[in-house]
């Protein structure tokens, strides 16, 4: 008898990987450059998962539609200057656990595995050979194709990737939105408590792991099945 096919999906900052310094040092020179006041780092990270032009303005609310495009823009050339500076993503390290979790999934064949992100398929694309980790997975959804977290359609769009059904998927991410997005699209929501957001934000997620290497374990419990 077939294996029914399994989907897990990740959000990559601030569950794969910590890229929380880049993000707010970038945040901070771009509105610098717009002549905006700083804001502290809890303000910035917890937009950390939107996309570029909806995490400006919700900072920002009062900014014109076009100046939320000049901050989006600018964010993303400090970035990219960041990155140079830093010696590439690869200076933001994997979470505890990461590569050892992924290696251990990475080995069923009825399991697949990919990545739903607020990041542009250019700064994935760096991520991913940065950390070596790009093999991994299956299907990449990016900020470039969808609206913004909570959306579903990054999620959507992953299920008719691989044929899975919702119901045999699940999404694990550090933030909210990642959380509001998995209920919308009918996945299992799998938080995590040392990303962006505080667990205390993630109160659509069905369980929190305290640590990567829960991860197979939870799966286990949930679909029945040894990994």
């Known amino acids: 008898m077939s294996q029914t096919l399994r989907l897990v999906m990740f959000d990559m900052d601030g ?8 993000i707010v040092e970038a945040m901070r ?8 006041p700083p804001l502290d780092r809890e ?21 014109s539609p076009k100046e939320v495009r000049e901050g989006a823009e600018l964010y ?7 990155r140079a500076e830093k010696g590439g993503e690869g200076a933001a390290p994997l979470y505890a656990g990461v590569r050892k ?7 069923e064949d009825f399991l697949l595995m990919g990545v739903a992100t607020g990041k542009a398929r250019r700064g ?20 470039d194709d969808h609206p913004s977290k909570p959306h579903p359609s990054m999620l959507e769009t992953a299920l008719r990737e691989t044929g899975v059904d919702a119901v045999n998927a699940v999404m694990i991410g550090d933030t909210s939105f990642d959380m509001d997005m998995a209920k919308a699209a009918g996945f299992h929501a799998l938080g995590v408590d040392w990303g962006y957001h505080d667990r205390s934000r993630l109160t659509s997620a069905d369980h929190i792991l305290g640590q990567m290497d829960e991860l197979p374990d939870y799966l286990n419990g949930l679909w029945g099945t040894a990994l």
Do not use: W
Not at 29 to 36: I, K
Not at 57 to 62: E, G, Q, R, S
Not at 76 to 82: A, E, G, P, S
């Open 29 to 36: 020179r771009a509105f610098a450059q717009m002549g905006l």
């Open 43 to 63: 303000q910035v990270l917890s937009i950390v998962g939107l996309s570029l032009e909806k995490a400006v303005a919700t900072l920002v609310p009062h900014l």
């Open 76 to 82: 993303k050339q400090c970035f990219i200057t960041l």
């Open 15 to 22: 569950t794969l990987i910590d890229s929380q310094d880049f």
């Open 124 to 143: 994935l694309d760096h991520a991913y050979a940065s950390h070596n980790i790009g093999s991994y997975f299956i299907t990449h959804q990016t900020a």
């Open 101 to 107: 979790t992924l290696d251990r999934l990475a080995k």
